[in-house]
């Protein structure tokens, strides 16, 4: 909604706050499945029951608590200190504020809260509900007030952590049901906004209208990763499942690339077919669909031909990725006269590798180790730490080496790749 002052505004709705949060409700309470009101049936039905709203301090006060009451909504709020319950002294409640360099905002209040209940019922709907006001010392005085969302609240402890191996720390921060409801679905907010301003998206314009539209496409890019967080974490389909994902730096490149690729002519998405581009083709190409080919895309190499040669976990392919230095340990390849013991599998083998200077079986043509791969694994990154020779990195003695299963593999393959940030995805 855009904020300005000509929204109608109810008796007792004359701040800016309350009056979006009461527009809000009315808009969500058209969209509750299994109820029609008077000229709202046109409007898509999405939410099986009234859901629970958090809003911050701007949107606070009694009127809309009471408001939301009635219509049977769940709310939670921040409360500012000129609007805190009426009708109860300041005194029992954390209203002052901490003096600026204050030592003690830093510190952890380990007190119980200050819990005031009000069971209301509306004269005129018959709707009974519980208004929970909750009023504690964090680090300064802090006031969240609920309506139908607590059942009960009480003091705890929660631990805090950051950081890893050695520099991992552990802190206690106080907390208690009424701030960890609100912290706990107030973050998704924050989230979202991180995301979009990671979007890095805008343009310089002096029509006012520009702003809330570049919001939107991004607020769009951001919804559409969270789908695809969904769906790659296996939550819709299983077989849509992967063990790595884009992250949202690497979605948003890709979404990138296609934009500067779309061409509304192709007919690729829904709509583009009422696109005036496309509106003012003849007849005979506005039927066709997809994009069109040349004579000369049929001769070069493209990005659709790449993909479809690329070996991933789920089709077996021709390309495998760069192997040029892999070719350079190839053509060291020297052969022995005496046998030597494996640095993979601790066999004895005739040839090496002259780059490393390690023994290696590369593919015997006889014997009882006819076939062994040991040469590609003993360059594989993946098998880094499994081989013969890597058991002393890890405090073993070689005598206690022993051949690695499958999963033992795919096990080291993931700690690999983490420990290499590699966040190459496959197709």
Same mark, same amino acid.
């Given at each position: 909604?855009?904020?300005?002052? +000509?929204?109608?505004?109810?008796?007792?709705?004359?701040?800016?706050?309350?009056?979006?949060?009461?527009?809000?409700?009315?808009?969500?309470?058209?969209?509750?499945?299994?109820?029609?009101?008077?000229?709202?049936?046109?409007?898509?039905?999405?939410?099986?029951?009234?859901?629970?709203?958090?809003?911050?301090?701007?949107?606070?006060?009694?009127?809309?608590?009471?408001?939301?009451?009635?219509?049977?909504?769940?709310?939670?709020?921040?409360?500012?200190?000129?609007?805190?319950?009426?009708?109860?002294?300041?005194?029992?409640?954390?209203?002052?504020?901490?003096?600026?360099?204050?030592?003690?905002?830093?510190?952890?209040?380990?007190?119980?809260?200050?819990?005031?209940?009000?069971?209301?019922?509306?004269?005129?709907?018959?709707?009974?509900?519980?208004?929970?006001?909750?009023?504690?010392?964090?680090?300064?005085?802090?006031?969240?007030?609920?309506?139908?969302?607590?059942?009960?609240?009480?003091?705890?402890?929660?631990?805090?952590?950051?950081?890893?191996?050695?520099?991992?720390?552990?802190?206690?921060?106080?907390?208690?049901?009424?701030?960890?409801?609100?912290?706990?679905?107030?973050?998704?907010?924050?989230?979202?906004?991180?995301?979009?301003?990671?979007?890095?998206?805008?343009?310089?314009?002096?029509?006012?209208?520009?702003?809330?539209?570049?919001?939107?496409?991004?607020?769009?890019? #951001?919804?559409?990763?969270?789908?695809?967080?969904?769906?790659?974490?296996?939550?819709?389909?299983?077989?849509?499942?992967?063990?790595?994902?884009?992250?949202?730096?690497?979605?948003?490149?890709? +979404?990138?690339?296609?934009?500067?690729?779309?061409?509304? #002519?192709?007919?690729?998405?829904?709509?583009?077919?009422?696109?005036? #581009?496309?509106?003012?083709?003849?007849? #005979?190409?506005?039927?066709?669909?997809?994009?069109?080919?040349?004579?000369?895309?049929?001769?070069?190499?493209?990005?659709?031909?790449?993909?479809?040669?690329?070996?991933?976990?789920?089709?077996?392919?021709?390309?495998?990725?760069?192997?040029?230095?892999?070719?350079?340990?190839?053509?060291?390849?020297?052969?022995?006269?005496?046998?030597?013991?494996?640095?993979?599998?601790?066999?004895?083998?005739?040839?090496?590798?002259? +780059?490393?200077?390690?023994?290696?079986?590369?593919?015997?043509?006889?014997?009882?180790?006819?076939?062994?791969?040991?040469?590609?694994?003993?360059?594989?990154?993946?098998?880094?730490?499994?081989?013969?020779?890597?058991?002393?990195?890890?405090?073993?003695?070689?005598?206690?080496?022993?051949?690695?299963?499958?999963?033992?593999?795919? +096990?080291?393959?993931?700690?690999?790749?983490?420990?290499?940030?590699?966040?190459?995805?496959?197709?």
């Amino acid at each position: 909604m855009h904020r300005h002052k +000509l929204w109608d505004k109810p008796a007792g709705f004359t701040s800016e706050g309350p009056n979006e949060a009461r527009m809000l409700i009315d808009k969500i309470d058209n969209m509750i499945i299994g109820e029609s009101k008077e000229g709202t049936d046109d409007t898509k039905k999405i939410f099986p029951m009234r859901p629970g709203i958090t809003f911050d301090n701007y949107f606070s006060g009694d009127n809309i608590f009471d408001y939301a009451g009635k219509k049977g909504f769940g709310l939670c709020t921040t409360v500012r200190r000129d609007r805190l319950p009426k009708g109860v002294p300041s005194q029992y409640m954390h209203k002052k504020t901490t003096e600026p360099g204050n030592q003690a905002a830093r510190c952890a209040r380990f007190n119980e809260p200050i819990v005031m209940v009000q069971n209301v019922e509306d004269p005129e709907s018959k709707k009974k509900y519980q208004k929970v006001h909750v009023s504690f010392q964090s680090t300064s005085s802090c006031n969240i007030q609920t309506v139908n969302m607590l059942s009960s609240v009480s003091k705890f402890e929660q631990t805090k952590e950051r950081g890893v191996g050695k520099n991992k720390r552990k802190w206690v921060i106080e907390m208690n049901d009424a701030r960890q409801l609100y912290l706990n679905t107030y973050y998704v907010i924050d989230r979202i906004d991180h995301y979009l301003k990671n979007c890095h998206m805008g343009y310089r314009c002096r029509k006012y209208w520009h702003s809330p539209k570049i919001h939107g496409k991004a607020l769009a890019v #951001v919804i559409a990763y969270d789908i695809y967080l969904e769906v790659a974490e296996g939550d819709v389909l299983p077989v849509c499942k992967l063990e790595d994902y884009m992250s949202f730096w690497e979605f948003r490149e890709r +979404l990138s690339e296609q934009q500067c690729g779309y061409r509304p #002519v192709n007919k690729l998405y829904p709509g583009d077919e009422n696109m005036r #581009v496309c509106v003012m083709q003849h007849k #005979v190409r506005r039927e066709k669909r997809g994009r069109p080919k040349s004579d000369d895309d049929k001769h070069e190499i493209t990005t659709e031909k790449l993909k479809q040669a690329r070996h991933t976990k789920y089709r077996p392919g021709r390309l495998c990725g760069d192997l040029e230095l892999f070719q350079k340990h190839i053509a060291s390849k020297q052969n022995w006269k005496n046998a030597k013991p494996c640095e993979v599998c601790g066999l004895d083998t005739y040839t090496t590798c002259g +780059l490393c200077k390690a023994p290696v079986h590369y593919f015997p043509q006889k014997g009882s180790q006819k076939g062994q791969s040991c040469f590609i694994d003993y360059h594989n990154d993946n098998f880094f730490g499994l081989a013969r020779k890597d058991v002393a990195l890890i405090g073993k003695k070689k005598k206690d080496w022993k051949a690695p299963t499958a999963n033992v593999r795919k +096990l080291n393959r993931r700690k690999i790749k983490g420990i290499m940030g590699d966040d190459e995805q496959d197709d």
